[in-house]
Every structure is written in structure tokens, then in C-alpha cells.
């Protein structure tokens, strides 16, 4: 069993900055993915990021070259840096472990994300 807690959401005006943190319990949390995903009031979760076990990397298109997925396995952490925020970013952020390591999966859906956060609240004003 696997419990993931986030971190370091909150309000923020549009072009700042802020870095979410997802600290994971147990000794498996190398051989997992990890992903970042985000939902917004009154529409479907989507994905934002995700990294391999050996830290491949793949985004969104609304968030390439603006947010940064990191790991840290042996602090058991992958990080979300997110920076030049807009207010469609505003969501909920949930980090999630999967068990297939070697793909970043980008569906939220797949069976292989076997384990969730409870989210962190990101709000960006204009």
C-alpha cells in the first residue's frame, strides 16, 4: 500500500510561480511512474505530467515548457514547478504512482494508476 500526500497548492496572480510537492510512503516508490493530473470545477480530469522510474518526462500541451515534473526517489517526492500560471490553471492537482515504471501514461483512467492523492487546491487570479 502506497499513500501519497501533496502539497504546496494555493493562490497565486497570473504569471507567478508555484511548486507542488507529492510525497509518497513506502519503499516501492522508485519502481513507480508518477503523474500529475488536475480538474477544474465542472470538467473532466486531465492530465498534466507525468515521469518514469528513471525519470522521462512527458506534458501536456497546455503546459509544455511552463511546468516541470521531478522525482526524487530517495527522498520518495516527485515535484510539480509550475510557472507563468494563468487562470485556466486553476484546478485541483492530484499526484498519482503507477505500476507500469517504464511509461508515463497520460490517461488518468488506466488501471496502472493504482494510487491517488487526495489533491492540492491551485487557484490563479487574473
Known amino acids: 500500500q502506497v499513500q501519497l500526500v501533496e502539497s504546496g497548492g494555493g493562490s497565486v496572480q497570473a504569471g507567478g510561480s508555484l511548486r507542488l510537492s507529492c510525497v509518497a510512503s513506502g519503499r516501492t516508490f522508485s519502481t513507480y511512474a508518477m503523474g500529475w493530473f488536475r480538474q477544474a470545477p465542472a470538467k473532466e480530469r486531465e492530465f498534466v505530467a507525468a515521469i518514469t522510474y528513471s525519470g522521462s518526462t512527458t506534458y501536456a500541451d497546455s503546459v509544455k515548457g511552463r511546468f516541470t515534473i521531478s522525482r526524487d526517489n530517495a527522498e520518495n517526492t516527485v515535484a510539480l514547478q509550475m510557472s507563468s500560471l494563468k487562470p485556466e490553471d486553476t484546478a485541483v492537482y492530484y499526484c498519482?504512482?503507477?505500476?507500469?515504471?517504464?511509461?508515463?501514461?497520460?490517461?488518468?483512467?488506466?488501471?496502472?494508476?493504482?494510487?491517488w492523492g487526495q489533491g492540492t487546491q491551485v487557484t490563479v487570479s487574473s
Open positions: 498519482a504512482a503507477s505500476v507500469a515504471g517504464r511509461y508515463p501514461y497520460s490517461d488518468w483512467l488506466r488501471a496502472e494508476y493504482v494510487y
